[in-house]
Structures are given as structure tokens and as C-alpha cells.
């Protein structure tokens, strides 16, 4: 109700925000997949500092979310009670560094490798050109992610036999109470797709330090390049989409799955499963979250009929139907 808003109003007073602070606003606009519902407060920090008396103003209750591009999400039609923290505007700041031990890469390794610094905001393929551009090389399957750092960082992101934490050296966190930490990777349960705090700690990624191998910068871009031209040749970039919807089972690969139980160009209302990626659901125009949803357990129900194998899902799937 409108108490929730003028609370908050007189709350950002209070602390002196700087940022950006909305009521209302559709989801639609700020996740890849262009449906969904309505969060009561979507907030925009400046930068760490501002986020961080933002988050130590904030009703201890207060539902929060982090999203960078919403490129991995899904706010279902009935909306989301609480806050929004949008990071992609905000934490932008990407940097090289030498290896020392502030960054968690050792001052020997300083000839052999480097460090790059990326906040939570910074979009996934930027990082990539960023360290090709510094001579690094390693980064380059950060191109085929279409999210943020602080994305790739909690879902642990990879495509092309490649994931995130295998480079991470150090990241630094924000807690629920708008405390910074710097945190090492041995912290945290890293798999496949998954990321968890081994202290079971409430709090969210603003940034990591990368250290790469020092190599040819141009042989890097190339690849970068190769691996764009692959991408829109086999995925259906043109329409929304969220990426891959579902994990890869050991050993195989969902889109064979899907595709084997001839479910590719199966529609519900407008969400689609792709024909050309059998892992990716499009929006071809108007579809709700419900439609999305529905389409994700039906593909799921099938191809645990067809196969006996439960896919599982990639995407994020928040608020009320």
C-alpha cells in the first residue's frame, strides 16, 4: 500500500540516497524475456557506498533481489512484493591490475599473468573484450554470456566448456545489513550452474578480481569474434529470450532432449520454444510470465515422460502467479 511508499520516500531523505528510487515498476521492462509483473520499489545505487545506506535503511523484513540485465529471469505476472536492486547502470567500474596480494594473484605470478577488476553491473561480454584488449586470455567465453559479472558470479555462468569461478581469485560481497566483505573462492560450494555460501551468509556479489594468463590479445579477439558469429548462428537472438533455460544433464545436452521429444516450435500462448535452439523459449510478442512458465513444465513434464531424465532449470523463476 502507500504507506510501504511514503516510508520509503522519507527513508531516502533520510539517508541522503543519491540513487534512484521508483514504485510500481513492471518488470517487463528490465528482464531480456519482456514479461512479467510489477515490483513495488525498484532502486538504481550510484555506486557501493550509496548501496550500501540504502540496503542498512531498509525494514529488516524488506524482500530484496539483485538483478544486472535480467537476462536470467522471470518475475511471474502477479508481481513481486519488496525491493529491487538494479546494479547494471550502477556498478559499472572495470579495471586491470598487476597481481599482488590484495588481489588474491601472487606478486610472482605478476609476469605471467594479470588481474582484471569488474563490478556486478559490468555486462559479460565487455569483461571479455576488456582483458583481450590487455593482452589476457582466457576471458573469451565471457562473450557468448549474455548477463552481468554479478550474474556469472552467482550462477557461476560458462558456455564453450568454460565457467567463471575458474578465475575468480577474490570477490567482494555486500550483506543484507549494507556490509562490504572481501571474499575468497574457497567460501563458497562452486558446480556446475551453482554457487553457494558455504556459511549459508545472506549476501550479494558487487564485483571480482579475474586473473588470467598473459597471452596474445589479438588471437583473443579473434575467438571473441568466432564465438559471436556461432552465437546468432544457432541461437534465436532476434526475439526476447532469457538464455538457456535449463541446465545441461551430465553427459548430454538439453536441447537434444527437447528437440528428440519433438517439442521444437511448441507453443503456449506466445512463449515458443525455439526452433532454432531447442534450449532457449522466445517471446514472440505479448507472452506473460504464466505463458513462459507453463511452457518451461510442459517441455520438463515431456521430456521426463520421453526420457526419464528431469531437467532442470537455469533460469530463476520469482514472485506471485
Given at each position: 500500500?502507500?504507506?510501504g511508499?511514503?516510508?520509503?520516500a522519507?527513508?531516502?531523505?533520510?539517508?541522503?540516497l543519491?540513487?534512484?528510487?521508483?514504485?510500481?515498476v513492471?518488470?517487463?521492462?528490465?528482464?531480456?524475456?519482456?514479461?512479467?509483473?510489477?515490483?513495488?520499489?525498484?532502486y538504481?545505487?550510484v555506486d557501493?557506498?550509496?548501496?550500501s545506506?540504502?540496503?542498512?535503511?531498509?525494514?529488516?523484513?524488506?524482500p530484496?533481489?539483485?538483478?544486472?540485465?535480467?537476462?536470467?529471469?522471470?518475475?511471474?505476472?502477479g508481481g513481486?512484493?519488496?525491493?529491487?536492486?538494479?546494479?547494471?547502470?550502477?556498478?559499472?567500474?572495470?579495471?586491470?591490475?598487476?597481481?599482488?596480494?590484495?588481489?588474491?594473484?601472487?606478486?610472482?605470478?605478476?609476469?605471467?599473468?594479470?588481474?582484471?577488476?569488474?563490478q556486478?553491473g559490468?555486462?559479460?561480454?565487455?569483461?571479455?573484450?576488456?582483458a583481450a584488449?590487455?593482452?589476457?586470455?582466457?576471458?573469451?567465453f565471457?562473450?557468448?554470456i549474455?548477463?552481468?559479472?554479478?550474474?556469472?558470479?552467482?550462477?557461476?555462468?560458462?558456455?564453450?566448456?568454460?565457467e567463471?569461478?575458474?578465475f575468480?581469485?577474490?570477490?567482494?560481497?555486500?550483506?543484507?545489513?549494507?556490509?562490504?566483505?572481501?571474499?575468497?573462492?574457497?567460501?563458497?560450494?562452486?558446480?556446475?550452474?551453482?554457487?553457494?555460501?558455504?556459511?549459508?551468509?545472506?549476501?550479494?556479489?558487487l564485483?571480482?578480481?579475474?586473473?588470467?594468463?598473459?597471452g596474445?590479445?589479438?588471437?583473443?579477439r579473434?575467438?571473441?569474434?568466432r564465438?559471436?558469429?556461432?552465437r546468432?548462428?544457432?541461437?534465436?537472438?532476434?526475439?526476447?529470450?532469457?538464455?538457456?533455460?535449463?541446465?545441461?544433464?551430465?553427459?548430454?545436452y538439453a536441447?537434444?532432449?527437447?528437440?528428440?521429444?519433438?517439442?521444437?516450435?511448441?507453443?503456449?500462448?506466445?512463449?515458443?520454444v525455439s526452433?532454432?535452439?531447442?534450449?532457449?523459449?522466445?517471446n514472440?510478442?505479448?507472452?506473460?510470465?504464466?505463458?513462459?512458465e507453463?511452457?518451461?513444465?510442459?517441455?520438463?513434464?515431456?521430456?521426463?515422460?520421453?526420457?526419464?531424465?528431469?531437467?532442470?532449470?537455469e533460469v530463476?523463476?520469482?514472485g506471485?502467479?
Amino acid at each position: 500500500g502507500d504507506g510501504g511508499g511514503q516510508m520509503m520516500a522519507a527513508l531516502k531523505k533520510l539517508m541522503h540516497l543519491r540513487g534512484e528510487l521508483l514504485e510500481e515498476v513492471s518488470m517487463a521492462r528490465h528482464v531480456s524475456w519482456r514479461a512479467g509483473g510489477v515490483v513495488e520499489r525498484f532502486y538504481t545505487p550510484v555506486d557501493i557506498e550509496d548501496l550500501s545506506l540504502f540496503l542498512q535503511g531498509l525494514p529488516p523484513d524488506e524482500p530484496v533481489y539483485f538483478i544486472g540485465l535480467g537476462s536470467n529471469l522471470l518475475v511471474r505476472d502477479g508481481g513481486l512484493r519488496g525491493t529491487v536492486v538494479h546494479l547494471h547502470a550502477a556498478l559499472s567500474d572495470i579495471h586491470f591490475e598487476a597481481c599482488d596480494s590484495r588481489n588474491g594473484c601472487a606478486e610472482q605470478d605478476a609476469d605471467t599473468h594479470g588481474v582484471v577488476y569488474a563490478q556486478a553491473g559490468v555486462a559479460s561480454p565487455k569483461v571479455a573484450r576488456f582483458a583481450a584488449n590487455h593482452d589476457l586470455v582466457g576471458a573469451e567465453f565471457l562473450a557468448g554470456i549474455p548477463g552481468t559479472m554479478g550474474g556469472a558470479l552467482a550462477m557461476n555462468a560458462g558456455c564453450y566448456g568454460r565457467e567463471t569461478w575458474e578465475f575468480v581469485s577474490l570477490v567482494q560481497t555486500i550483506d543484507r545489513h549494507g556490509e562490504v566483505h572481501i571474499r575468497t573462492p574457497n567460501e563458497f560450494d562452486i558446480a556446475y550452474r551453482h554457487v553457494a555460501d558455504k556459511s549459508e551468509r545472506e549476501d550479494w556479489f558487487l564485483a571480482a578480481w579475474l586473473r588470467f594468463p598473459k597471452g596474445d590479445g589479438t588471437a583473443a579477439r579473434e575467438e571473441i569474434k568466432r564465438l559471436l558469429a556461432k552465437r546468432v548462428a544457432s541461437q534465436p537472438l532476434a526475439l526476447p529470450n532469457a538464455g538457456s533455460v535449463f541446465r545441461n544433464p551430465p553427459g548430454d545436452y538439453a536441447a537434444r532432449l527437447i528437440e528428440g521429444c519433438g517439442l521444437k516450435g511448441l507453443q503456449i500462448g506466445q512463449a515458443q520454444v525455439s526452433a532454432k535452439h531447442a534450449n532457449f523459449i522466445v517471446n514472440l510478442g505479448g507472452a506473460s510470465a504464466s505463458d513462459i512458465e507453463s511452457l518451461i513444465e510442459t517441455v520438463q513434464q515431456a521430456v521426463l515422460d520421453k526420457t526419464g531424465v528431469a531437467l532442470e532449470r537455469e533460469v530463476r523463476i520469482i514472485g506471485d502467479k
